[in-house]
C-alpha cells in the first residue's frame, strides 16, 4: 500500500510547483476532458473546427508535460476519492483496473461495490488479502523445487508457484516487456491479471521504481485521445481528437513542444499531405522487393519457347537462346527463319507472334517508369531535407559569425534559422506530395495539385540556392530581405498546397488508385522492420 | 537473471527426462545447458508422417523458463522436416506457444514435444505455410525476433 501513497504524495507535490497556466486549467479541468467517447467533447472540437475553419489540415491538439499528466491523473483520483469515499490509493487502483473510464468506474461501484473491488484485487476481508504461504508438499512447477519451508503465492486462480519464480517472472515483465498493470498469471492459458496489491507485495525493492513509472504510463496508453511523443527522451505527451475511422479523411499531424512533429494516427514523422493509409503502402513499396520484380520484366525479355530470362547487352537482334536453342527476333520476339530476308532489319510490326509479348513488356515499363518517376523525386527531397538538415546546423555558425562580422544581433540573424526551417518542412511536405501523387487517380483536381506542387518546388529550389549563398552576401540587407520574402513565400505555397489537399481530403473528392481503408490483413509471418 | 536458475531446471528437466518420456519422444543429446536435440515421431499412422523421426533442436537463454527456448526442425538425411501448414521448409515453427505471448513458464522441454507431436498428429494439410519459400530464402531473423501471427487456430 504504502508505495501507492507515495506516488500520491510525489503528484500532490508536483502539483504545487506546476505554474498555473489558465490554458491548461482549461483542457485538463475534469469532466470535459476525460472521456472523448462522449458527444459532448466532440462539440468541442468540432466547435474549434470552426473557429479554424480557414485551415483545414491543422488539427487541434494539446501538448501536456509530464506535470500535466500527473495532474490530471491526480484530479480523477482525488473526484473518485470523493464521489466513492474510498482511500486515493484505491482510487486510483481502481482508475487502472478500469483504465481510467471514470464514468464506468463510478457506475459499476454503485451497482456492486463488492464485485468490482474483488476483480480488481481491493478484496475487503483480511483474511483474502494477498500473502506468501509455506505449504506442507508444494512443489513448484516452474524450478521444480519442493524443499520444505518454501515460500509460495497464487493469485485467486490458485495457480501456485514459489515466491522465487514469481520474482523471476515479474522481473521479466517489469524490466523486459515494460508490462505493469496487467501483467497475467505465470500458468499458460491463465489470462487472469495479477491485482495491484499482489504486485506491491511481490515487487522487489529494486523494480519499485521502473515499476511506478510505467503504471503512471497507463494513464496515457489507455487513453485514445492520448499518446506519447515518439521523439527520443521526449516526456510529453499529446491529447488529439481524430480517431482512428477519420484517418481517411484527415492527416494529424501534431507537433510536440520539443519541435517533434509527427503524424498522431500513425506515430511517424509528420506525412501531410498522404493519409497514413497511403504512407504505409508507399514505404512498403519502397522497401519490398517489388519493383524489382517490374525492372526485370521491363529490361528482359523472356525466350517464347522456353521462359528462360534474357537480358540483351549487345548485339545484333538474331537471338539464339542459350537453353533451348530457339531462334528469334529481339525486336518483335516472332520466329526468326519468319524474318525471310530482312536480315537484322525487322520492319515487322503486326505480325500476330510478338504482338502478346509486347504487350505485357510495355504494360510493367509503364509501371515501373511510373513508380521511379514518383520515387526520384521522392528520394530527392528526402536527401535535400537530410542535406539540409546539415546546412541548418551550420546556419548556427553562419549567425553567429554574421552577428560578429556585420555587428548584427542575435535577433536579427534570426532569419536565417527561419528560412532553414522552412526549407526543411517545405522538402518534408514535398516527399511526401510525391507518394501521395503515385496513389492519386487522375481527375480534374490533379491538375490544381500538379501545380501547386510545382509552385512550391520552385519556391523551395530558389530558397534553397539562395541560402547556400556564402554568409558575407547573405548580410547585405537587400538580400536580407529578398531571403525573408522567399521564405515566407515558400510557408505560404506549403500552406495553400496542404489546404486544398487537407480539404478535399476531407470532402472525399479526391479517388486513390487503391482502397484507402481496410486494406487486407496480411498473412503468414510479418519480419519486423 | 543469473545462469544457475535456468541450469537447476534444466538439471531438474533431465534428471525427469531420463527417467522417464512420453511415447514417440526421445532425448537424442543433453551435453550442456544450452542446447538439447531431442527426436518425435507421431503415433498414429497419419500418412503424412507415417514412418518419419523428426529432430528437435532446442536452444535455452538465460532467462529460461521465465522466457522460452528457441525450438527448431533440423533437416538431416534421416531427419526429414515435417510437412505442414505452421512449420517452414527451413525448420522454423510458427507456434504460439514458442512466442513471448503464449509461452507460460509452466511449459517445459517435454510438453513443448508432446504439443508438437499432438500439432503433426491433427495436421491433414500437405503443405507449407503461405510464403515458405519467400520466408525460407529472405529470413535473417532468428526465430524469437519474427513476429508471426497467430491467426489460424484450425490446425
New interface residues.
Given amino acids: 500500500m504504502d508505495s501507492d501513497e507515495d506516488f500520491m504524495s510525489a503528484v500532490s507535490s508536483e502539483d504545487d510547483i506546476l505554474p498555473d497556466d489558465s490554458e491548461n486549467e482549461d483542457m485538463s479541468g475534469g469532466e470535459d476532458f476525460d472521456d472523448f467517447d462522449e458527444p459532448d467533447p466532440d462539440l468541442g472540437i468540432s466547435k474549434d473546427f470552426g473557429q479554424r475553419k480557414r485551415v483545414a489540415y491543422d488539427i487541434p491538439f494539446q501538448v501536456y508535460k509530464p506535470a500535466d499528466i500527473q495532474k490530471q491523473q491526480d484530479e480523477l483520483v482525488n473526484e473518485v476519492n470523493m464521489i466513492l469515499d474510498i482511500p486515493k490509493g484505491e482510487a486510483a487502483i481502481l482508475l487502472r483496473h478500469f483504465r481510467w473510464n471514470k464514468e464506468r468506474l463510478i457506475e459499476d461501484y454503485m451497482d456492486r461495490p463488492r464485485q468490482v473491488l474483488e476483480a480488481s484485487g481491493l478484496a475487503l476481508e483480511p483474511a483474502s488479502l494477498p500473502k506468501l504461504e509455506v505449504l506442507p508438499g508444494f512443489m513448484c512447477?516452474?524450478?521444480?523445487e519442493d524443499g520444505d519451508g518454501l515460500e509460495s503465492f497464487a493469485i485467486k486462480c490458485g495457480?501456485r508457484?514459489c515466491v522465487d519464480?514469481y520474482r523471476?517472472?515479474l522481473?521479466?515483465k517489469i524490466k523486459e516487456?515494460g508490462e505493469a498493470a496487467r501483467i497475467q498469471c505465470?500458468?499458460?492459458?491463465?489470462n487472469l491479471i495479477i491485482d495491484a496489491r499482489s504486485l506491491d507485495l511481490l515487487v522487489t525493492p529494486e523494480l519499485t521504481a521502473r515499476y511506478h513509472e510505467l503504471l503512471n504510463r497507463t494513464y496515457v496508453e489507455d487513453k485514445d485521445t492520448l499518446k506519447w511523443c515518439p521523439a527520443p527522451d521526449c516526456p510529453n505527451a499529446i491529447e488529439c481528437g481524430v480517431k482512428k475511422k477519420d484517418l481517411d479523411k484527415v492527416v494529424p499531424t501534431v507537433s510536440c513542444l520539443c519541435e517533434h512533429r509527427f503524424c498522431f494516427g500513425c506515430i511517424l514523422n509528420d506525412h501531410q499531405p498522404a493519409p497514413c493509409e497511403l504512407v504505409k503502402r508507399w514505404l512498403k513499396k519502397c522497401a519490398d522487393d517489388s519493383e524489382t520484380a517490374n525492372w526485370i520484366s521491363a529490361n528482359t525479355k523472356e525466350c517464347p519457347r522456353c521462359g528462360s530470362t534474357i537480358e540483351k547487352n549487345g548485339g545484333c537482334n538474331h537471338m539464339t537462346c542459350r537453353k533451348c536453342k530457339h531462334e528469334f527476333c529481339w525486336m518483335c520476339m516472332g520466329l526468326w527463319s519468319e524474318h525471310g530476308t530482312s536480315w537484322y532489319n525487322c520492319n515487322r510490326f503486326e505480325e500476330k507472334s510478338g504482338l502478346d509479348a509486347r504487350d505485357a513488356q510495355a504494360k510493367s515499363r509503364v509501371s515501373l517508369d511510373r513508380y521511379l518517376h514518383y520515387y526520384n523525386r521522392y528520394a530527392n527531397h528526402e536527401q535535400s531535407a537530410r542535406l539540409d538538415k546539415n546546412l541548418s546546423q551550420k546556419t548556427e555558425k553562419k549567425m553567429v559569425q554574421l552577428q560578429k562580422e556585420s555587428g548584427m544581433s542575435w535577433i536579427e540573424v534570426q532569419y536565417l534559422n527561419a528560412a532553414s526551417q522552412a526549407l526543411q518542412t517545405c522538402r518534408t511536405t514535398l516527399m511526401w506530395t510525391y507518394a501521395f501523387a503515385f496513389y492519386l487517380a487522375r481527375n480534374n483536381l490533379t491538375e490544381i495539385f500538379e501545380d501547386n506542387q510545382k509552385d512550391l518546388e520552385m519556391a523551395v529550389e530558389n530558397l534553397s540556392a539562395m541560402f547556400e549563398r556564402p554568409v558575407t552576401e547573405l548580410a547585405d540587407s537587400k538580400l536580407k530581405v529578398e531571403l525573408m520574402d522567399k521564405t515566407s513565400y515558400c510557408n505560404k505555397r506549403r500552406i495553400i498546397l496542404l489546404e486544398d489537399t487537407a480539404q478535399n481530403l476531407a470532402d472525399g473528392r479526391w479517388t486513390f488508385n487503391v482502397e484507402l481503408t481496410g486494406s487486407a490483413?496480411?498473412?503468414?509471418?510479418?519480419?519486423?522492420a | 537473471m543469473s545462469r544457475s536458475f535456468a541450469n537447476k531446471r534444466l538439471a531438474k528437466e533431465l534428471q525427469k527426462i531420463n527417467n522417464s518420456l512420453p511415447p514417440g519422444i526421445e532425448l537424442v543429446s543433453a551435453e550442456n545447458f544450452d542446447e538439447w536435440t531431442l527426436d518425435i515421431r507421431v503415433l498414429d499412422d497419419n500418412p503424412l508422417y507415417r514412418g518419419q523421426i523428426h529432430r528437435l533442436k532446442f536452444k535455452f537463454g538465460t532467462t529460461y523458463p521465465i522466457e522460452p527456448p528457441e525450438v527448431t526442425f533440423v533437416n538431416l538425411p534421416d531427419r526429414p522436416i515435417p510437412i505442414h501448414p505452421h512449420i517452414y521448409s527451413n525448420g522454423i515453427i510458427c507456434l504460439d506457444l514458442l512466442g513471448q505471448q503464449g509461452w507460460s513458464p509452466v511449459q517445459n522441454v517435454e510438453s513443448v514435444c508432446m504439443s508438437l507431436q499432438s500439432m503433426l498428429t491433427g495436421n491433414t494439410k500437405n503443405e507449407r505455410p503461405p510464403g515458405d519459400e519467400e520466408f525460407v530464402r529472405g529470413n535473417r531473423l532468428r526465430p524469437k525476433d519474427i513476429d508471426f501471427l497467430y491467426h489460424d487456430n484450425t490446425v
Fill in positions: 512447477d516452474i524450478c521444480c495457480h508457484y519464480c523471476h517472472y522481473a521479466q516487456e505465470p500458468s499458460g492459458g491463465c490483413a496480411s498473412s503468414g509471418p510479418s519480419n519486423r
